[in-house]
């Protein structure tokens, strides 16, 4: 990746955390603080390993992806909006009755959607279905998935786990969002499910673990999932990240994983961010 590509993905990032920002606060509801750690993720995906199409969001032969931790939907609405899918302005219709963008992902209203979630667990059930099914049908298809890791307490997710690893599901990409905190405080106080690793190795899965907000490590990691084709085994990589990520006065903070910011709030994220896109456009 070239330094000029890396910048782009950067202030990309940027429009996204706005977009978080300014949609959870017109619809004074949503989940800003894991839309936050994934947003380095969401972009990379979108702008570099995504086989899609903005213009034909459908198109049978485009790899999909699955929010499996369907409650960050402000981020991944964000992304698809800068990417073309829809308009960055729909993003203020965020939760509104009548509007394409509800508080979890839906399929049938949100151009780029390809799976509607939100019960946690059930997403990477249905991306295990996705990828059986292109494997089944000879077709050239990857999928991916993000989960939390509060989500890794839910039993299904170890059931699909188990599946894909039977079905040598080596075209299936999961991904854990290890920001460490969920609604309820620390997940480790929660549910403890550490050693995630050796959890995923033991289930027959290839592990990658990466800073989550490293553009480099992120390339190298989705690179490692391709060259893993043919080895029969799902690729899940561990990224660890902070949630609330680039605003300060979210960062890891639990309180923020279902808060909307007030007025004040958003204009001193806002303002955070404007410089942080000053500084990433100063650079040489």
């Given at each position: 990746?070239?330094?000029?590509?890396?910048?782009?993905l950067r202030l990309f990032a940027v429009?996204?955390?706005?977009?978080?920002?300014?949609?959870?606060?017109?619809?004074?509801?949503?989940?800003?603080?894991?839309?936050?750690?994934?947003?380095?993720?969401?972009?990379?995906?979108?702008?570099?390993?995504?086989?899609?199409?903005?213009?034909?969001?459908?198109?049978?032969?485009?790899?999909?992806?699955?929010?499996?931790?369907?409650?960050?939907?402000?981020?991944?609405?964000a992304t698809l909006a800068n990417r073309?899918?829809?308009?960055?302005?729909?993003?203020?219709?965020?939760?509104?009755?009548?509007?394409?963008?509800?508080?979890?992902?839906?399929?049938?209203?949100?151009?780029?959607?390809?799976?509607?979630?939100?019960?946690?667990?059930?997403?990477?059930?249905?991306?295990?279905?996705?990828?059986?099914?292109?494997?089944?049908l000879g077709r050239d298809i990857n999928?991916?998935?993000?989960?939390?890791?509060?989500?890794?307490?839910?039993?299904?997710?170890?059931?699909?786990?188990?599946?894909?690893?039977?079905?040598?599901?080596?075209?299936?990409?999961?991904?854990?969002?290890?920001?460490?905190?969920?609604?309820?405080?620390?997940?480790?106080?929660?549910?403890?499910?550490?050693?995630?690793?050796?959890?995923?190795?033991?289930?027959?899965?290839?592990?990658?673990?990466?800073?989550?907000?490293?553009?480099?490590?992120?390339?190298?990691?989705?690179?490692?999932?391709?060259?893993?084709?043919?080895?029969?085994?799902?690729?899940?990589?561990?990224?660890?990240?902070?949630?609330?990520?680039?605003?300060?006065?979210?960062?890891?903070?639990?309180?923020?994983?279902?808060?909307?910011?007030?007025?004040?709030?958003?204009?001193?994220?806002?303002?955070?961010?404007?410089?942080?896109?000053?500084?990433?456009?100063?650079?040489?």
């Amino acid at each position: 990746m070239t330094p000029n590509e890396k910048k782009e993905l950067r202030l990309f990032a940027v429009k996204v955390r706005e977009g978080i920002l300014r949609g959870t606060h017109a619809a004074k509801s949503g989940h800003p603080g894991g839309s936050l750690s994934s947003t380095e993720y969401f972009t990379y995906l979108y702008n570099k390993e995504l086989r899609i199409d903005p213009k034909n969001p459908q198109d049978p032969t485009r790899d999909r992806f699955v929010l499996s931790k369907g409650h960050v939907a402000p981020g991944l609405y964000a992304t698809l909006a800068n990417r073309g899918f829809f308009p960055v302005e729909e993003l203020l219709t965020l939760r509104r009755i009548g509007s394409r963008l509800q508080g979890h992902p839906n399929m049938n209203l949100t151009p780029g959607v390809d799976m509607s979630t939100g019960s946690l667990g059930q997403g990477i059930s249905a991306a295990a279905g996705m990828a059986k099914g292109a494997k089944y049908l000879g077709r050239d298809i990857n999928v991916y998935a993000l989960l939390g890791d509060g989500e890794l307490a839910e039993g299904q997710v170890w059931e699909a786990t188990m599946f894909s690893a039977h079905y040598g599901l080596d075209n299936l990409c999961l991904t854990v969002d290890v920001n460490g905190l969920q609604i309820d405080g620390a997940t480790k106080d929660v549910m403890n499910t550490a050693p995630i690793d050796q959890k995923f190795e033991a289930f027959g899965c290839h592990v990658v673990t990466i800073d989550g907000h490293d553009y480099d490590a992120l390339e190298g990691a989705f690179r490692t999932f391709r060259e893993n084709h043919g080895s029969g085994k799902p690729t899940v990589i561990l990224m660890r990240t902070v949630k609330g990520k680039d605003i300060s006065f979210m960062e890891n903070n639990a309180g923020w994983h279902g808060k909307a910011p007030n007025d004040e709030e958003l204009a001193k994220g806002l303002e955070e961010l404007a410089a942080i896109r000053k500084r990433i456009e100063e650079e040489a």
